[in-house]
Nanobody
Framework: QVHLVESGGGLVQAGGSLRLSCSAS????????MGWYRQAPGKQRELVAS???????NYADSVKGRFTISRDNARNTVYLQMNSLEPEDTAAYYC???????????????WGQGIQVTVSS
């Protein structure tokens, strides 16, 4: 069984920084794409950033130039460095990973439990 564990959320002032971490554990054959999504109250969940197994990245327009996604394949971990935070970034952030476990030949999508990021003005 595969589990994703997130850490690094919290409360910061506008203009500050946070780094989110998400580690995958379990009997894993490979991890393909990994990403971060966020959801604010009353809004749909949206993709913030994603990164492929080869390191290709994709960002929402609202965070380009401020957020950086990266991964450490040896540790099965994905990071989201968030700089120049704005109140509009306030949301629950969810880690997602596309995983091929040893127990199955197909790709599965796994989600973390969500972690709160709050940015004060």
């Amino acid at each position: 069984q595969v589990h994703l564990v997130e850490s690094g959320g919290g409360l910061v002032q506008a203009g500050g920084s946070l780094r989110l971490s998400c580690s995958a554990s379990g009997t894993i054959f490979s991890i393909n794409d990994m990403g971060w999504y966020r959801q604010a109250p009353g809004k749909q969940r949206e993709l913030v950033a994603s990164i492929s197994s080869g390191g290709s990245t994709n960002y929402a327009d609202s965070v380009k130039g401020r957020f950086t996604i990266s991964r450490d394949n040896a540790r099965n971990t994905v990071y989201l460095q968030m700089n120049s935070l704005e109140p509009e970034d306030t949301a629950a952030y969810y880690c997602n990973a596309k995983v091929i476990p040893f127990s199955s030949p197909r790709l599965y999508s796994y989600w973390g439990q969500g972690i709160q990021v709050t940015v004060s003005s």
